[in-house]
């Protein structure tokens, strides 16, 4: 089990995650891959193609914002999903590889709770779908533990000073999702609107839940 690391503010270089150049290189390698284990006959360009629609679009956060939401509008179903995030996230149909341990930790008023893989890019394919660029690299993956709050505000998130911030680190046995603090003024919306209101990054922790005013 990942200990959570508690930080202050620390001083140090910026992350910046739309490095466009790291991204074009990393692309360049991703694709100069696919092609020696295309021409070798490892792949199935059309069945890679599928796999990553699937995790891009069918899946990509939004089963784990229907999670949220549920969590959100039934308070039983978010007591057992703090109990065991893995059986409870099952209950709704949402199972398999890099999800078959999951631990669900809830923002407050007084804690922000963030996700880092330090050591490569665990992450919660079945409710979030294909990791984003930036989660894998080294400037987030090293950042996120020295500076968490000035990571956040690389995303353009400022929390109080007095909130404290917690790291979480996945690993091959854990994987962690973050229950969003509910917005303000939702107190009667159903789980489908709710649900209009979870982004991916505020699930990882590097953003936050939008306004309801963005889905009324």
Partial sequence: MADPHDHDDHHDHDHH??????????????RA?????TEKGYVDPAALDQVIETYETRVGPHNGARVVARAWADPAYRER???????????LGFTGRQ???????E??????????????????????????VWYKSAPY???????????????????????QIKVWDSTAEV???????????????????LARLVTRDS?????????AEDAA
Avoid at 99 to 105: R, S
Avoid at 203 to 211: D, E, K, R, S
């Fill in 81 to 91: 999903l703090q109990k065991d995030a893995t059986a409870a996230i099952a209950e």
């Fill in 107 to 132: 923002n407050t008023a007084d804690t922000h709770n963030m996700v880092v893989c330090t050591l490569c890019s665990c992450y919660p394919w079945p409710v979030l779908g294909l990791p984003p």
């Fill in 17 to 30: 995650h739309h490095d466009h150049s790291e991204l074009a290189e990393m692309d360049a390698r991703v």
């Fill in 175 to 193: 994987r962690y999702l973050v229950l969003p603090e509910r917005p303000a003024g939702t107190e009667t919306w159903d789980e489908e609107r």
């Fill in 203 to 211: 699930m990882i922790g590097t953003g936050l839940a939008l306004p």
């Fill in 99 to 105: 999800g078959e341990h999951m631990v669900a930790v």
């Fill in 33 to 37: 891959l696919e092609t020696i284990l």
């Fill in 141 to 163: 993956r090293a950042k996120a533990v020295r500076d968490p709050r000035g990571v956040l505000a690389d995303f353009g998130v400022t929390l109080p000073s007095d909130k």
